[in-house]
C-alpha cells in the first residue's frame, strides 16, 4: 500500500509519523515501515487532530502541554 501510496503522490513520507500502540506492561520492539530508501519515523508521542497522542494512548503528554503553554 505505501508502495502504490508513494507512486501516486498521495502521502509524502518524509512528514509521516507511526505510533505503534502498546499496553504498558508489554515490551516493545521497533517496526520498520517503509518504501525503497525512505521510512515512516516512529514516535512515541505525536499531534493528531490537536491532541497530544502516545503510545499508551493516554492523557499524560496532552495534559503537560496544556499546562505549559
Do not use: C, P, R
Amino acid at each position: 500500500m505505501i508502495k502504490w501510496l508513494a507512486g501516486n503522490s498521495v502521502i509524502n513520507l518524509d512528514d509521516m509519523k507511526a505510533v505503534k500502540f502498546i499496553i504498558q506492561n508489554s515490551s516493545h520492539s521497533t517496526v520498520h515501515n517503509g518504501y525503497k530508501e525512505k521510512y515512516i519515523e516512529e514516535t512515541i508521542n505525536t499531534q493528531f487532530l490537536g491532541l497530544q497522542v502516545n503510545n499508551y494512548i493516554n492523557w499524560k503528554n496532552h495534559v503537560d502541554k496544556m499546562i505549559h503553554s
